[in-house]
């Protein structure tokens, strides 16, 4: 095999990147996958962002995610909550999950490697970055899977107006050694809104979930437990404006947290290096006190303790690409139809807001659908860009951002270049 040249390289190894690489690779693509970290997976195994939140796909291009399920079964890393939701996974198994996936289709994958110059002239001419060690390759499609469009940037193409209004941040944690029956038991009598807290007994193990925010849109069942933390300073006020819990696959006694949010000025731009030096400062303090307050106001986590914080910050939103085409909160809402269908979702707006009040939820009630077009390139049909850089308004890209659409629109634009490939022949 020649390793300085390939049909295609993916450049981010995160559920859009992954996804990418492992179908072009088991379509028989000569496919190289570069990640700048040392895991495959990005929000679920760095971020804990755990479950994923269920969407209907309509089976269209879900190929990886039906295949990831095998595979994680293979490792026992995951479980199916409530007979409806297939993609709770263990975060740390997922690590292991996707290497033996991405070995079994014969994808090269590099770590801790980045690009960092890239010309095209027939074909890519990309340099790549190992440590203090350059690598050339050459390449007739780049799959641009990095999370803030790197090789956009690099190619000096197009991106979408920057948004006025954006996207809160937040830093993941996990809490071991709770007493999940103790807890469920206590959560279950003191909220009955089964929209908000749930539990099943699954394998013999407790799972459930819970929620609370400072919104006061919704009459929240935790309040006046927040409220009380506030006033005996056991918690500051900003750490209450988003809270939300879940058990984890297969790891028994284990709580992951999806908060805290990390609240900015409205001026900052969290891809400032000093923004987001502090933002990540700020979560860890948060996380601490978080940690304290359940220890002291929840039943079942007297005994607890932190055993993972994220290795990065869940970032939601920052640049999005010029694509063929972009998508619309009006096509959402329209639920427009489309000739080249790259994926299919329900899912609501989800806007997070940095501002008590003004988080969004605007829910469609229909399935919706996205076209292959908002994964290429304005600039050239051989770049496709996949995960939260998607071509869409804010609005749309806050409804189609999640995980299991991010694996869709990955699959959707290896199976793109596969075709192209093929009709070039």
């Known amino acids: 095999m020649n390793r300085n040249k390939y049909n295609v390289v993916v450049c981010g190894g995160g559920t859009a990147g992954v996804a990418s690489a492992y179908i072009a690779a088991k379509k028989g693509l000569n496919t190289l996958l570069v990640e700048k970290s040392d895991v495959l997976g990005g929000s679920i195994t760095q971020g804990l962002v755990i479950p994923c939140m269920k969407v ?46 991405l070995k079994t289709v014969k994808c090269d994958v590099l770590f801790s ?7 095209f002239d027939v074909l890519f001419n990309l340099q790549l970055e190992h440590k203090s060690l350059s690598l050339y390759i050459e390449t007739e499609y ?71 925010t400072w919104d006061n849109s919704k009459n929240w069942a935790l309040a006046p437990i927040f409220n009380a933390a506030i006033d005996n300073d056991d918690l500051e006020y900003d750490d209450t404006a988003y809270f939300q819990i879940f058990t984890v696959a297969t790891m028994p006694n284990t709580l992951a947290f999806n908060c805290p949010r990390i609240i900015l000025d409205d001026n900052e731009d969290i891809l400032d290096p000093f ?36 290795d990065t910050l869940g970032i939601r939103e920052t640049y999005r690409v010029k694509g063929k085409y972009t998508y619309t909160k009006e096509d959402i809402i329209s639920a427009r139809k489309f000739d080249n269908i790259a994926f299919t979702c329900n899912y609501p707006i989800d806007i997070h807001s940095n501002n008590k009040d003004e988080d969004i939820l605007e829910f469609t009630n229909h399935t919706y659908y996205v076209p292959i077009e908002t994964l290429i390139s304005a600039d050239n049909d051989n770049l496709y860009g996949v995960g939260r850089i998607i071509s869409a308004d804010f609005e749309a890209q806050a409804a189609i951002r999640t995980q299991i659409s991010c694996f869709s629109m990955g699959e959707a634009a290896a199976k793109d270049i596969y075709k192209k490939t093929k009709e070039s022949f």
């Open 113 to 119: 490697t980045e690009p960092i110059s890239v010309n």
């Open 275 to 310: 923004v987001y030096s502090k933002a990540l400062k700020q979560g860890r303090e948060r996380i601490y006190r978080l940690y304290n307050f359940v220890k002291k106001y929840f039943k079942g986590c007297e005994n607890s303790f932190i055993s993972h914080i994220s």
């Open 142 to 212: 780049i799959v641009d899977a990095t999370a803030n469009g790197k090789i956009f940037k690099l190619l000096n193409y197009n991106f979408q107006e920057k948004n006025e209004k954006k996207q809160a941040t937040s830093l993941r944690f996990l809490l071991s050694n709770v007493d999940l029956s103790q807890l469920s038991d206590w959560l279950l009598n003191i909220d009955s809104d089964r929209d908000v807290t749930t539990s099943a007994r699954i394998d013999n193990n407790v799972h459930l979930s819970t929620a609370y």
């Open 56 to 101: 209907n796909t309509e089976n269209i291009n879900t190929e990886f995610i039906e295949d990831l399920k095998i595979f994680a079964d293979k490792y026992n890393a995951r479980i199916t909550y409530n007979d409806s939701n297939e993609y709770w996974f263990n975060p740390e198994l997922l690590k292991i999950v996707l290497d033996d996936m």
